[in-house]
């Protein structure tokens, strides 16, 4: 299902997960009102989960912490420079 920003979500939500997939992202709706980001790569196996402004990130099916907006947005921008760098690596030494 197709991420549509909702109107009862901060600006500042609605721009996380528009970030979110830009980056490739997967960002899901659950069941209604609750969306989801999980990696593009299916051998990634964590998810966030929103909670009203907070994220929830988990792996697998374990809660490990609770964050802010901001520090979503921290975590996912890092997250995605990492794997490009590992990919370009990756593909650099694939081609040597």
Known sequence: MN??????HSPAFNHLVTQARSWGFIC?????????????????????QAFGDRWLFSIGEIPQMIFSIGETERFLERYYYKYQSELGEAIAHHAA
């Open 28 to 48: 899901q709706e659950i069941f209604p009102g609750k969306l989801e980001i999980v990696a593009q790569n299916d051998r990634e196996n964590w998810q966030l």
């Open 3 to 8: 991420f549509k920003p909702y109107s009862v």
